[in-house]
């Protein structure tokens, strides 16, 4: 008799070690959002965060229209036909960034880091696959400073102005596959989280000329924070479909998204180091201040043996959101981004886990949904990845480097340039894996 | 588990090109303010320890008097023996060296004696109204001329008819208890009264602890047998000044009830400050509820106000160096004294202008105080406000005079000067 089975127990436990991990992160992702730094995030909701997978993020941030077996893909809800029926998928990923930002006058380094996506796969069936995962959906982070003129004075303050928080996003997405090459998906979620906006103005080292000799006023600072806070559920639809033409695999994808209007709400408290509270007011705004733009993608994948190339386009319709600029002289505009990938695979599931090794290429450029002093903001990158396989498992390190260019200096602005690591671990367990008896 | 802490090399000048935000600093003096004079006190004073006594002229207030009402204690010893005689009565004080007026014009001073006990209505911490001291009579003079700064200590005869009372009084309750002899001697020494005679020039000061009345007398044919019985200030805090103005026409005639203010505008642009008298300067900031009521939407960061003595009233050298502020309600009934965020007491520096040698001023830090006000929003009383004391506590100590420029003055007027912090209140 020829037995192979899984010890139920052992995945029970590992199991429950992956449901902590889960908890574990998800709480310290709540604590630590600060996971940008640019002066950009000032605007709307912030910087928003692609949702993706490392590998993803290797190939110009594409994957609208690949169904990959090593990875979930997220991109689009239905991208999850290539998932493996006796495997379990758990993916848990971090993003680090080290930044330099410059003015004609100014410029400043900066680095940080934070969690970048939990996701967890599987296939229940022939015709069904699904995920459950959490990922950013905008970070805020920035912190700058000024001096300000006090109005009838020849005196000057510091102004300080730090941003923090961001939107987050659970989702769970649902791929049903029709004739083995058209699949359907749903993803239905909620993005939440609150946006921090924090103005200090630091009087301690006024200096003042009012009676003949320079004097240290020695006032005090003032802390002025807006907080948004805001949540909402979200549908996200998408569609893949391929077909062969011999050994080449075509395969074409689309996603899709309605504008969603984000339930709101304000806090407005100004604070010094004596009293935490000298005013509050809390105003829920309009439905309609904060909203998520609807949302197109398409993109095409081309597969040969062990080289796949793709290409995305993006759409998202911000000209049509109404969302808060915080009185700064900034329009929203409709955003466009397009970026192209190229994977190659390298050897047998059996070679030795460095011939295994797959690499990655990529190029991304978007054209920001932020229009400031006439100018479009642009983003730049070139994107490389490596996926490094661990011992003879299914598991792998998946690493994403990007090198990204956002800004200009021109007008007055910021040019930002960004190196990005994503790294993210994906562990494959068999399961649902039937005893077969001889 | 792997958090990355992010970090910057420090943050980023943007100037205004990315922040448009609405908020702003702001400072004014324009503010309204206004000084006025009230009288806390109008009839006797506790000196604490300093005797004023003299005339000496003013502005605005005529000739200004004061003499020293003390309480005295009990002889030192009774008991007089069959051969001892009487030699002579003498008083002892020490002046401090402080003075107004002119002092090298001779001045005579009047000691006289209370028929009963000074009677107290205590009715506050540091004031008290007499309103019962009898007649007195002199039981000696002397005249002296003082010197700028001197600390002589003078001893002068009384009459010895004072002495041969005091002896005869001795004599009578010889056999009584020393309890009933005590009792007896206030009937003929309730208190010690010192004044002035004729129309001095000068106002002096005396240390009340240091009077003492000394009988003298020796034991007959018994060579250098000499006996002296004392009368000493019975407490520093049983001694007062009354101090009045005469020969006025004053607007401050007026205040003849603690409840009334005379307003700057009432007195050519001036509030009066002289603490012997019982004057005290007032400082409103009526406009205060306007800004509150009209939702200010502001936080002040810094509060000073600034309150110009009138030039002509003091005297560059000796102007005190600091004052502090106490405050006080409608009905001109005191508070405590204002403190700032760290919990010490708010106090003015003096400040003199290193450019116009002419602007002397006060500085004082009112942020606290001034930030509660606009806290209270509705409930800030209008006529509320703050009193100049030159002590930390309202005890006038010193004889001291200074008029104030008004927030109306042509030159040199007090104000208030504030930076105030405006937040946008609106969401976009």
Redesign the interface.
């Known amino acids: 008799m020829k037995f192979i089975t899984i010890p139920m127990i052992e995945y029970s436990a590992k199991l429950k070690a992956i449901a902590a991990s889960v908890v574990l992160m998800l709480s310290l992702t709540i604590s630590a959002q600060n996971s940008t730094s640019s002066p950009y995030s000032l605007y709307g909701m912030g910087i928003l965060a692609p949702k993706e997978n490392a590998a993803a993020a290797g190939m110009g941030h594409t994957g609208v229209a690949m169904a990959p077996s090593d990875w979930i893909n997220v991109a689009n809800p239905a991208a999850l036909s290539g998932l493996d029926s006796l495997t379990f998928y758990f993916n848990f990923q971090m993003k680090a960034f080290y930044a330099h930002e410059a003015t004609p006058s100014d410029q400043q380094s900066v680095y940080s880091g934070n969690i970048d996506g939990i996701t967890m796969g599987f296939r229940g069936s022939r015709w069904w696959a699904a995920c459950i995962g959490y990922a950013p959906y905008s970070t805020v982070g920035y912190n700058m400073s000024e001096k300000k003129n006090i109005a009838g004075t020849t005196s000057w303050y510091d102004i300080y102005y730090t941003g923090s928080g961001g939107l987050q996003q659970a989702f769970f997405n649902n791929a049903f596959t029709f004739f083995n090459h058209i699949t359907l998906g749903v993803g239905a979620g909620a993005i939440w989280g609150a946006i921090n906006k924090k103005e200090t103005a630091d009087f301690s080292a006024v200096e003042i000329t009012t009676f003949g000799p320079t004097v240290l006023l020695g006032g005090e600072k003032v802390y002025n924070l807006k907080k948004y806070t805001m949540n909402n559920w979200y549908v996200e639809y998408g569609i893949q479909f391929d077909f062969n033409i011999g050994k080449n695999n075509f395969r074409f994808g689309g996603t899709f998204a309605d504008r969603t209007s984000m339930h709101s709400s304000y806090d407005h408290i100004v604070s010094n180091d004596i009293s935490s509270e000298l005013f509050f007011d809390d105003v829920t705004p309009l439905k309609e201040e904060f909203a998520v733009p609807r949302m197109y993608s398409g993109g095409f994948a081309y597969t040969r043996d062990k080289v796949t190339v793709t290409a995305d386009y993006h759409f998202n319709e911000w000209s049509d959101v109404l969302n808060v600029k915080f009185g700064e002289s900034v329009n929203f505009r409709d955003n466009h981004s397009i970026g192209g990938g190229l994977e190659w695979r390298c050897g047998k599931r059996d070679d030795p886990f460095y011939k295994r090794m797959t690499f990655r290429l990529g190029g991304y450029y978007e054209s920001s949904y932020i229009k400031m002093r006439g100018v479009t903001l642009g983003t730049y990158a070139g994107t490389v990845g490596i996926t490094i396989p661990m011992g003879r498992s299914q598991n792998s390190i998946v690493i994403g480097y990007e090198y990204r260019r956002r800004g200009t200096t021109f007008n007055g602005l910021v040019e930002e340039k960004f190196n990005n690591f994503k790294i993210a671990l994906n562990i494959h367990e068999t399961w649902f894996m039937k005893s077969k008896f001889d | ?28 003096d324009q503010i309204p303010i206004e000084l006025s004079t009230f009288r806390l006190d109008s009839v006797l004073t506790s000196a604490q320890n300093v005797m004023w006594v003299g005339r000496c002229e003013k502005p605005s207030l005529g000739h200004v008097c004061s003499q020293s009402l003390s309480r005295m204690s009990d002889l030192s010893s009774y008991g007089w023996a069959q051969k001892e005689k009487y030699d002579s009565v003498t008083i002892v004080l020490r002046h401090t060296g402080d003075y107004q007026g002119d002092t090298m014009k001779a001045i005579t001073i009047d000691v006289q004696r209370l028929g009963e006990p000074l009677q107290f209505a205590v009715n506050e911490s540091y004031f008290y109204n007499v309103r019962n001291f009898k007649d007195s009579t002199s039981i000696g003079h002397f005249s002296f001329v003082p010197r700028p700064h001197s600390r002589p200590r003078l001893r002068y005869r009384l009459d010895d008819s004072f002495g041969e009372e005091l002896v005869a009084f001795i004599k009578e309750v010889n056999h009584l208890s020393s309890d009933v002899a005590s009792k007896r001697f206030e009937s003929i020494m309730g208190g010690v009264r010192v004044t002035y005679l004729g129309e001095p020039e000068a106002l002096l000061a005396f240390r009340a602890d240091s009077m003492k009345i000394t009988l003298h007398s020796h034991i007959d044919r018994v060579e250098n047998w000499k006996i002296s019985r004392t009368i000493s200030l019975k407490s520093t805090s049983m001694q007062f000044n009354r101090i009045w103005a005469e020969d006025t026409e004053s607007p401050f005639d007026k205040l003849t009830k603690r409840n009334i203010r005379v307003t700057e505008q009432e007195s050519n642009s001036h509030s009066m400050m002289f603490e012997g008298l019982g004057y005290y300067t007032c400082i409103n900031f009526s406009s205060l509820k306007q800004l509150a009521d009209e939702n200010f ?1 502001s ?1 002040v ?2 509060a000073m106000i600034r309150i110009y003595p009138e030039r002509d009233t003091y005297d560059k050298h000796e102007i005190p160096t600091t004052f502090y502020l106490t405050e006080i309600n409608r009905y001109n009934a005191l508070g405590d004294v204002i403190y700032n ?1 760290s919990g010490g007491r708010v106090s003015a520096t003096l ?1 003199n ?3 116009d040698e002419d ?1 002397v ?1 006060y ?1 004082a ?1 009112i ?2 105080y001034i930030n509660t006000l606009l ?1 209270s929003g509705d409930e800030i009383d209008e006529d509320d406000g703050l009193v100049i004391t030159w002590g930390s506590a309202m005890s006038p100590i010193n004889y001291n005079y200074m008029m104030f420029n008004g927030h109306y003055a042509t030159k040199y007027k007090s104000i208030l ?1 504030v ?1 105030y ?1 405006t ?3 609106v ?2």
């Open positions: 588990m792997v958090i990355f802490a992010s970090c910057s090399d420090e943050d980023f000048n943007m100037t205004s090109t990315f922040v448009n935000s609405q908020s702003r600093a702001t400072y004014t939407f936080h960061v810094k965020s400040v202008n290193i450019i602007e001023f500085y830090d942020t606290y806290a000067e930076y912090y937040y946008d209140r969401l976009r």
